[in-house]
């Protein structure tokens, strides 16, 4: 069964730094794997998707890498901002089905201070 | 587009009342899937439609949970009897696969509480 884990679960760092949020899974076998950011009372927004068959994804400041391998993907974030305070998710597609196998992390809850 | 559209947005009732959960996903897609959230548990998936048709309910977690999807723009989850541990954030999501990319779009969330 697949099981994903985020450590920490909360993380505080000061504006402007750079920092790297951490997602592992124990199933290799995965068709994709998907990084959300949550704001408070809010639903997931989808930040990046990797392929399996792919090593990273960029987006602006963000990069997500993968490494299925080892069971792991990163999420950087460069020069972080007060706004990038949320909370963040991954979560992976196993393969053989769609986004209805995604299994989710609970997340690491950033907080940066101004 | 409005993106994918949850009501209610909050609802407090009473234990054993029944409870109607709406969702309106993007216009175009034909996935649509209903999850959970609480601190506990994370979040979960409940059930997910495709075209219409339920594909997977197992996430379902008893039989006083069902959710329908009469059409291709409206999706109900209903609970009855509504129990205080069903209280938590339900979210709807809908998504359309798109080559490989297949990107889940979320809506606010229905924040129920049962007392």
């Known amino acids: 069964k697949q099981e994903v884990t985020q450590i920490p679960a909360a993380l505080s760092v000061p504006e402007g730094e750079n920092l790297v949020l951490n997602c592992s899974f124990t199933d290799s076998a995965i068709y994709n794997l998907q990084w959300f950011r949550q704001d408070p009372g809010k639903g997931l927004t989808s930040l990046l998707l990797i392929q399996s068959s792919q090593r990273e994804q960029t987006s602006g400041r963000l990069n997500a890498s993968l490494d299925k391998s080892s069971g792991r993907s990163t999420l950087y974030i460069a020069a972080s901002q007060p706004g990038d305070s949320a909370t963040y998710l991954c979560?992976?597609?196993?393969?053989?089905?769609?986004?209805?196998?995604?299994?989710f992390g609970k997340g690491t809850k950033l907080s940066v201070k101004p | 587009d409005a993106g994918v559209i949850q009501s209610p947005r909050h609802e407090v009732t009473e234990m054993g009342q029944e409870v109607t959960l709406r969702c309106k996903p993007i216009s175009g897609h034909d996935y649509l899937f209903w999850y959970r959230q609480t601190m506990m548990r994370g979040l979960e998936l409940l059930i997910y439609?495709?075209?219409?048709?339920?594909?997977?309910d197992s996430g379902m977690p008893e039989d006083r949970f069902s959710a329908k999807m009469p059409n291709a723009s409206f999706s109900t989850l209903k609970i009855q009897p509504s129990e205080p541990r069903d209280s938590a954030v339900y979210f709807c999501?809908?998504?359309?696969?798109?080559?490989?990319?297949?990107?889940?779009?979320f809506g606010s969330g229905t924040q129920l509480s049962v007392l």
């Open positions: 979560a992976v597609a196993n393969y053989g089905g769609s986004q209805g196998n995604l299994i």
């Open positions: 999501a809908s998504s359309l696969l798109q080559g490989l990319e297949e990107k889940l779009f």
């Open positions: 439609f495709n075209n219409n048709v339920p594909i997977d």
